[in-house]
């Protein structure tokens, strides 16, 4: 969103640094609100059944026609868990229940942290979203590594297949570069 | 923030569905732009020193003259950890060392997500920052539990002493109500 004018007021905007403040922000020239701008949480699951995880290739862009697991902008007055099942309901029409928070990723030039639950399909039942073009469960050999949509995603996975491989699930803090490709 | 404007083009904004959504947004009547409010990331610690740990009484509203554990907004570009440490020396002008993510909780009502990390002082050096009255380090019996700042710092010192009495750290996901006071 380009930042040119004052929500409040609908005076203009000027880029300076707040009184008690050390960064750059826009500030109202006329009402003196300062408009911050803030990362973004986005929350979703890697949705387990059996030996299989689900993945969604992308009806949208960016990076449509490229797999990724269920996740979103989490919502104003939605608990973290409850956003991450709710975008497995939108995304995959996909019932599941959180076992475990299981990666904290941040990409910090984006201003985004990625909260990934653990979570199992009540059935395996699912079809596409609205954002999703083909919604289907892959074995750990089936995932199409050259085609998944985020770097978020693909370390999530990778993550989630040590774990499993080595017998034991932990919680997986990084920081991530953006990709290149979005 | 009252949202009365278009940051874009300072036309008024309408609230509405926006095409393809299901929920209520603030969308330009005149560009269309949609103006998303999204949770926001406070990031902090709780600094360790031997058995003791760093308080701060806040300087500033909302309850100014309580206590609570450095924790703050996350700016945009930084990593959820640097932003940790960098209130840390902030609000308690303390060098300290992140050893583990230790609680993540989510108070939707208000649209916040707290990311705390469990840190080790490099020294016992500190000094109150500009939006700090007082820092000092507290014994568990020492705790001013009745003077408290905030919910998710009460939930994360309990957790904290919790643990550290059984002796094994684990990773404490809730999700909180919004405290009487703020």
Same mark, same amino acid.
């Given at each position: 969103?380009?930042?040119? @004018?004052?929500?409040?007021? #609908?005076?203009?905007? /000027?880029?300076?640094? +707040?009184?008690?403040?050390?960064? *750059? !922000? ?39 026609? @490229?797999?990724?697991?269920? #996740?979103?902008?989490? /919502?104003?007055?939605? +608990?973290?868990?409850?956003?991450? *099942? !709710? ?96």
């Amino acid at each position: 969103m380009e930042m040119n @004018f004052c929500n409040r007021c #609908a005076s203009k905007l /000027e880029l300076r640094v +707040p009184e008690g403040d050390n960064r *750059l !922000r826009h500030v109202c020239a006329s009402c003196g609100a300062v408009h911050y701008e803030n990362p973004v949480v986005i929350v979703g699951t890697i949705p387990i059944w059996q030996d299989q995880v689900l993945l969604c290739k992308r009806a949208i862009e960016p990076r449509r026609g @490229f797999w990724t697991l269920p #996740a979103g902008f989490q /919502e104003i007055g939605e +608990p973290i868990d409850e956003g991450a *099942l !709710r975008e497995t309901q939108e995304e995959a029409h996909a019932h599941a229940e959180i076992e475990r928070l299981f990666a904290v990723l941040s990409v910090p030039e984006i201003g985004q942290v990625h909260l990934m639950f653990l979570a199992h399909l009540i059935k395996p039942e699912f079809s596409p979203g609205a954002e999703s073009l083909q919604v289907r469960l892959f074995r750990e050999q089936e995932i199409p590594w050259g085609h998944i949509a985020f770097r978020t995603i693909s370390r999530t996975l990778r993550c989630y297949f040590f774990d499993r491989n080595r017998g034991e699930f932990g919680l997986h803090v990084s920081t991530l570069q953006r990709s290149p490709d979005g």
